[in-house]
């Protein structure tokens, strides 16, 4: 089995959801610049795809993709899975004692009941009222790129869940060169699904394919902020060729092993 | 007159600035010439360069600039270990996202009239420990 390939999908949203469209504000990468594909950190990405064979010519295996769309300009992704509720609990948890210890100071040392109010107000920020039609990947509070909850005149500032993968179809899909479906990690309590695919490397050629993406607009709705979706799509390529796979690490492979030269 | 500086505007999102390494190629090469793709969030305003080591970010007087980085493997390492720019136009501090140790960088623009201000990226790559650092210069510009 060869080393699974990573597609990142890295979409500007707040550009996107202005311009209605991913193009220009989608930007993909893989890890298979070795092996020859081009257009990396553009949204013009050709993944190229060798071929794996035994020695009689007979297929050795396929090719696994996995695709992983990230938010520019987001919280990334490197926080663990779940940050947003984990920051929701986190900050009900730090508004709770705030509250308690407004209630335990003896009355004629209140201070200004109001000033304690507002400050209530902030650390408790402004949740995400979340309908089954609108239930985003982020549906506890509205979060500033700094991970800090932000309350309801600040709203302006906040960050974008990343964008969701809702299908992968087209070309490649209809000719039967690759099976992508939609996965669910081992961490199935939070958001943690992703799309993979396998790929079909006996049928050399250039194919395209194409992901719909759903991004998710912060709006105010009757009082309450909620999580529009927004489906937009997103094309890239395949490139599947007849050469033989080579091994990232030693950059070699033509041979029996894959270990370089003496 | 000069413009007067404006005052910290927290209602407004930062720009972000993103910088996405190939780690496994810069190790590779030693340098993140080839393995570096710069984006920020600020396209509508004028930013140029997206995608390459020179991407011009369009900044004015007030604006907040965040800077953090993806690997472009998802288990590799990568971080920012500092940015080096002139401290007279913004003085980036690194923090972290509440609750965990990811960091970003962060800081205000403090003047208008700054024409093109080259910067440094130190990166943090792997389990090396020399930081690698940006050979084509990013840059703000007024």
Known sequence: MPQQLAIILLVDVANALEMKTLEGNAYLFDNMKLHGSEGQGTGELVTAIHGSYWRDGSQATEQVLNWLPYSLGSIPPTVPRGYEAERARQTDREALSELEAMVHKPANQGGDAAAQLSHLQQTLGTRVRSTRRTRGPATQKILDVTGNVISYDGAAAHTYPPPVITDIYGEAVDKKIMYPAEYGSPDMVTDGWYWSATVDSTRPGTYAYTMAVQLHRLLLQGGDWTWEPVDLTCESKLRIVSEPKRNAFTKSGLGLLPIPPA | ?142
Request: charged share 25%; proline share 6%.
């Open chain 2, 1 to 142: 007159m000069p413009p007067r500086a404006k005052t910290r505007d927290n209602s407004r999102a930062p720009i972000s600035i993103t910088a996405v390494l190939d780690a496994v190629g810069a190790l590779a090469a030693g340098s993140v010439r080839g393995h570096l793709y710069l984006y920020d969030t600020n396209k509508a305003g004028g930013s140029t360069g997206f995608g390459t080591e020179e991407l011009r970010t369009r900044v004015r007087a007030g604006d907040r600039v965040l800077w953090n980085c993806l690997a472009l493997e998802c288990e590799a390492f990568v971080g920012i270990a500092a940015i080096e720019v002139d401290r007279a136009v913004i003085e980036p501090e690194r923090k972290v996202y509440p609750g965990t140790d990811v960091a970003y960088w962060i800081g205000t623009v403090k003047k208008d009239d700054i024409d093109v201000v080259p910067y440094r990226i130190k990166f943090l790559v792997g389990t090396r420990t020399e930081p690698i650092v940006t050979t084509l210069s990013p840059t703000l510009v007024g």
